[in-house]
């Protein structure tokens, strides 16, 4: 089920002119074993964002955590001195093997091409923060580096794209949010919408 902050990133990247689907799941083959012996077991994969605009291909984690700590560098098991809990929400960036056969479960799915972006909101402090991107502009997957878009950008961004389509309506609840907080003056946009243009 699309959480809050998934359908934020969905309208965003929607805003962008992409086609976007939220916790899709992929299926890769896994060798497990049982009483019997070892079986085949197709295993599911999801992730929060998958985006599609021509060659363009996303695979996208989306963690905010505003009412927690944030993200932190004991979410990333190369910079955590000892092995912690929080490395499980981070799955396809600390298990080579789940990437991999994500990796493989999308290409096999909708093409070669993708590359995975972390969407991300709070952060444990500005030290960690440094660290956490400073390690993330280290890597590469599947060929490409791998990139961190943050949550300020990401509403500067539906701001923008709302103030340009003002008078259009659309049903999305970010997206009337944002009318409704300049219509009352909450938001300090340079071009206001005019009344009577909210839906």
Request: hydrophobic share 35%.
């Amino acid at each position: 089920m699309e959480n809050a902050a998934e359908n934020i990133v969905r309208v965003y990247l929607e805003s962008l002119g992409y086609v976007v689907k939220t916790n899709h799941k992929f299926y890769y083959k896994q060798k497990i074993k049982t009483k019997r012996g070892y079986q085949h077991q197709r295993t599911p994969i999801e992730v929060d964002i998958l985006a599609l605009k021509g060659n363009d291909k996303i695979l996208g984690e989306v963690k905010t955590w505003f009412g927690s700590q944030g993200t932190s560098v004991k979410h990333f098991r190369r910079l955590s001195k000892k092995y912690n809990p929080k490395e499980d929400k981070f799955k396809v960036i600390n298990n080579s093997r789940i990437r991999k056969a994500l990796f493989k479960a999308a290409e096999k799915e909708y093409g070669k091409g993708f590359r995975y972006v972390l969407f991300l909101g709070k952060f444990k402090g500005r030290t960690e923060k440094r660290q956490i991107i400073r390690y993330i502009k280290k890597l590469k997957f599947n060929g490409r580096p791998l990139k961190i878009k943050e949550f300020d950008e990401i509403m500067d961004k539906i701001i923008e794209y709302v103030q340009k389509s003002r008078r259009e309506y659309n049903n999305d609840w970010v997206l009337q949010t944002v009318k409704i907080l300049n219509f009352y003056r909450k938001l300090n946009l340079k071009n206001d919408f005019e009344k009577g243009s909210m839906s």
